[in-house]
Nanobody, 128 residues
Framework: QVQLVESGGGSVQPGGSLTLTCKAS????????MGWFRKLPGKEREGVAV?????KYVDSVKGRFTISRDDAENTLSLQMDALRPDDTALYYC????????????????????????WGQGTRVNVSS
């Protein structure tokens, strides 16, 4: 089992920045692939970024968000810049015990159930 705990959420004005961190514990060797996801009110969970191929991002965050992983510290981070009100969501860290293929989109990884370990989420609110 892999346990994931997110931190770093909060409230920020449009254009601001936040850094989310996910700390993994347990059988961390099982976390071959990790990523960030979010759930907007009234919508299903969607992908944001996955640590594969140097970083895979959904179009809406490209150029604004940066994913990074520190295996020595067992952490996954998401640097979020130029935040917009439509980034407001509950952000989750997910981990997969399978290797995530670079040729798959984040949507396909999510809907093919690659990610089986989840944190509780950290809330991000972007408003003026």
């Amino acid at each position: 089992q892999v346990q994931l705990v997110e931190s770093g959420g909060g409230s920020v004005q449009p254009g601001g920045s936040l850094t989310l961190t996910c700390k993994a514990s347990g059988y961390t060797d099982m976390a071959y692939c990790m990523g960030w996801f979010r759930k907007l009110p009234g919508k299903e969970r969607e992908g944001v970024a996955v640590d594969v191929g140097g970083g895979k991002y959904v179009d809406s965050v490209k150029g604004r968000f940066t994913i990074s992983r520190d295996d020595a510290e067992n952490t996954l981070s998401l640097q979020m810049d130029a935040l917009r009100p439509d980034d407001t969501a509950l952000y989750y860290c997910g981990a997969s015990s399978r290797k995530c293929p670079d040729y798959l989109s984040i949507w396909h990884m999510l809907h093919q159930n690659y990610f089986t370990y989840w944190g509780q989420g950290t809330r991000v609110n972007v408003s003026s």
